[in-house]
């Protein structure tokens, strides 16, 4: 299979005015990771197969009717060759994907599944082979169903230790092979969008929050989150790390955050927003405990740090993972957000109005690189400038719409610019994944909507793959044979046999 062999030229048409300053992929330091990523429950597919139980994903999937699960999905599980082929062929440097933990351990705790085990250790070694670095999510929204309903999941103190014990068979089975880990995915959305008046995953019908303890769930189930973090990292350093020389980091979702005016209120209000989605995870993993302002606010909603704890948590990430989309202007409103429908109480709780900065709906999502560019600055002065990983960054558009998805490859190549500025400036960023690898299923969007740099075909019985416009713009960027110059926009375009949509 020649993926490319429908793709020619590209023309690139500079414009007058200049955002990025002109870099290649060697304007990045070489051990810089350019990759792109996936999930388990949105890649894998065989949900019940080869010993493999429930996740609370698989539960709240199967609330809907007909086919709108991650049954099948990609059938990644029985394709990983494939894809790893089309990775390399695409060049990537490394791939983003994450263990299912009901596949590993299918009770959550306790024996460990030798097929699931299997599934991993052989993608772990494709990747190897093919020279791919594998960068780990072990937590990427998909708890073991048994988990949740023994005691709750991320709201109850036992998951710590159940967490911890998972984190130490992937350590221990895949850390010769494996150097970078991360945690939980989105810590903070996950949070929020999960608990409170969130939607919490594994429960058909879902959840009733109204007999729910609201007002305090968000806050305990990060503080349970941070502590099964820290816990994990603290098994790293005693026992693997020596040996291993892996990092272990947390990622947040990350909007881009900026003042709506000038105002002395607006700016106060952009720096409370930045203590509750950046401070609230960042600020423990750096000083050990809370930022004031969250203190000051929630009281006695806000859970509080044992000494012991704080001592744990401080220092417990050598990195921090970016999972950035959005970027908003902040006004000091005390008026519910505009985010979400859903998750109302949190951002009350920041006390301010959040006006998406361009288009964020689904089918028309617009580039707004600074918002990256200011993330990156805010972590590196606030946070004692750590090591960051942009482990998601990228563009849903219609499913099946077209394989010239221009638009994707000038939102991806704006990106890769703002966080070329950061570089410059001084931020320790040392990778960009683009979300997503291929397309998926997708936790908002189904299989309406896609991410993917490659399209994957989901009426077909073999789920069958074909590269867009934007994988074979990757590889020309990584490769060395697409420069960025000067330029705001880059046109691609196409000149060769065959339909220009699907
Ligand atoms: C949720 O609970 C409230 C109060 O008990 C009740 O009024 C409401 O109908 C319930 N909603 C659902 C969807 O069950
Ligand atoms: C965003 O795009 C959608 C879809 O094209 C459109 O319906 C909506 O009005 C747009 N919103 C804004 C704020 O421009
Ligand atoms: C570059 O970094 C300096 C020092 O942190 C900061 O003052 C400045 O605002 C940064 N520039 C941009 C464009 O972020
Ligand atoms: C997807 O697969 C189905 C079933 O094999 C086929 O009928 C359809 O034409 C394919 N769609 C595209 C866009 O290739
Ligand atoms: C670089 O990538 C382009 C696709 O953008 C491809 O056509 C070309 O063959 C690649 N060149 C090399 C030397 O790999």
Redesign the pocket.
Known sequence: MKPFSQFFVFVVTVSATSYIDAFTRNDFPNDFLFGAATSAYQWEGAFDEDGKSPSVWDTTSHCDSGSNNGDIACDGYHKYKEDVMLMAEMGLESFRFSISWSRLIPNGRGRINPKGLLFYKNLIKELRSHGIEPQVTLYHYDLPQSLEDEYGGWINRKIIEDFTAFADVCFREFGEDVKLWTKINEATLFAIGSYGDGMRYGHCPPMNYSTANVCTETYIAGHNMLLAHSSASNLYKLKYKTKQRGSVGLSIYAYGLSPYTDSKDDETATERAEAFLFGWMLKPLVVGDYPDIMKRTLGSRLPVFSEEESKQVKGSSDFVGVVHYNTFYVTNRPAPSLVTSINKLFFADIGAYLIAAGNASLFEFDAVPWGLEGILQHIKQSYNNPPIYILENGKPMKH?STLQDTPRAEFIQAYIGAVHNAITNGSDTRGYFVWSMIDLYELIGRYMTSYGMY?V??????R?R?PKLSASWYTGFLNGTIDVASQDTIQLQRKCSGSSS?
């Open positions: 099946g399209y075909n989901f009426s077909d019985p073999g069958k074909s699907l």
